[in-house]
Nanobody, 125 residues
């Protein structure tokens, strides 16, 4: 599978917004979920958003629930992450990836594959 391409990161002040994009044109019809992950400096990769292709539902980690929104454009094969009310602790590199097995855990990066290079988000005044 082709790796996704993430974009849209940047520097934003606390309370600001960003929309990240995931070009998933390399994802074939066999994926079971799309996940957004982030990795802060010195920390492990964290699963924050997970879209289930079978149930068409999206789950969010407690750290982003109510502030981040996942959407997708199936025609363009893109997924988006609208991030509002950003906080300094949201700083990190953001990745999208696909789960290719029916059994997966949204918070477990090891259940996802085909990682892109990520896009960096810095929340700072």
């Amino acid at each position: 599978q082709a790796q996704p391409v993430e974009s849209g990161g940047g520097l934003v002040q606390p309370g600001g917004s960003l929309t990240l994009s995931c070009d998933a044109s390399g994802f074939t019809a066999g994926y079971f979920a799309i996940g957004w992950f982030r990795q802060a400096p010195g920390k492990e990769r964290e699963g924050i958003v997970c879209f289930s292709r079978s149930s068409l539902t999206t789950s969010y980690s407690d750290s982003v629930k109510g502030r981040f929104t996942f959407t997708r454009d199936t025609a363009k094969k893109r997924a988006y992450l609208q991030m509002n009310d950003l906080k300094p602790e949201d700083t990190g590199v953001y990745f999208c990836a696909a789960a290719w097995r029916s059994q997966y855990e949204c918070q477990n990066p090891n259940d996802f594959a085909d990682w892109g290079q990520g896009t960096e988000v810095t929340v700072s005044s």
